[in-house]
């Protein structure tokens, strides 16, 4: 019994394989082979037919007929969307990180300087950084709080006293572009002659001093009277992050650096109590 169970599984056993027509029982064709060769064609088969579809599908716009499967059109959104959503990131991280330095330089804490900064992202599990980034939202809510609590009469005031302060001129050059809030341009661009010396307007703090793919080399101020001044554009910075600083001292060289610069000049912003202000109103250029 077992032998016959032996000789029925053997795969080498020959099969011979007739075709004929039903009514004269005429042979049309006929072959030999065995079970072995027959296994084989069908594997081969399966597999061609599957490497087949895969190609067609992966391969040619029939992929596209699949219900689900993104097309052109909506990679290209969703790589778009992508690029903004890290754009406004970074724009919102780089917030985060000045207002950061701001509150450390008023309690008497060393500045977090830019390029530790980077290293720190590497460890994301840095209990600074997860500190610096988890204040976003509350600080984001105090902002549009406080900006809710302002009013004109309180704006009058504010601005009455910086009538006194004397501004030093941070270049000389001539105004290419003045200030005008409404529409979207809430500084001022000074075209001035290639590496003339960028001076601080007044006494401060440097709060931020490094490279941004926009503004290139930028620097930022703090000064009293919650005062804050920015200079953009530069060919090169003078002073770094915790740097002290007075009135009339060289911090920057005028260039034309970064992706949003049309000339040699100086893109300056005077921003007081969280707002910008018109730099000319107080300065004389």
């Not at 795969?11 to 296994?39: A, C, D, M, Q, Y």
């Not at 490497?51 to 059109?73: D, S």
């Not at 500084?187 to 941004?212: F, K, M, P, Q, R």
């Not at 200079?231 to 003078?238: E, F, P, Q, T």
């Amino acid at each position: 019994m077992f032998k016959r169970l032996k000789n029925k599984f053997r795969i080498r056993k020959n099969w011979r394989i007739t075709v004929r027509e039903i009514e004269t029982t005429s042979e049309v064709f006929s072959f030999t082979t065995t079970k072995g060769i027959l296994i084989t064609l069908f594997v081969v088969a399966a597999l061609l037919l599957v490497a087949a579809t895969y190609l067609i599908t992966a391969h040619t716009a029939v992929r596209y007929l699949i219900p689900g499967y993104p097309n052109k059109e909506t990679r290209a959104i969703q790589e778009a969307n992508q690029r903004r959503i890290d754009s406004l990131e970074n724009e919102v991280s780089l917030w985060a990180f000045q207002v950061n330095n701001i509150q450390r330089i008023v309690t008497g804490r060393e500045p977090i300087d830019m390029d530790s900064l980077r290293v720190m992202q590497k460890d994301s599990t840095s209990s600074l950084y997860r500190q610096l980034y988890a204040q976003k939202d509350s600080i984001l809510r105090n902002e549009v709080v406080n900006e809710e609590t302002f009013n004109i009469s309180s704006r009058d005031r504010n601005i009455e006293q910086l009538e006194g302060i004397h501004f030093f001129t941070p270049v000389k050059g001539i105004i290419t572009q003045s200030y005008n809030a409404a529409i979207g341009h809430p500084y001022i661009d000074i075209a001035a002659t290639e590496d003339e010396i960028v001076y601080s307007v007044l006494d401060g703090t440097v709060i931020s001093a490094g490279w941004n793919d926009d503004t290139g080399y930028t620097i930022q101020i703090q000064h009293n009277n919650n005062l804050v001044s920015i200079y953009k554009h530069n060919s090169r910075l003078l002073k770094k992050t915790g740097d002290r600083v007075s009135a009339g001292t060289p911090i920057a060289v005028v260039g034309d650096t970064g992706n949003l610069s049309y000339g040699i000049h100086l893109h300056f912003e005077l921003w007081h109590n969280g707002e910008t202000i018109d730099p000319t109103a107080y300065i004389k250029f």
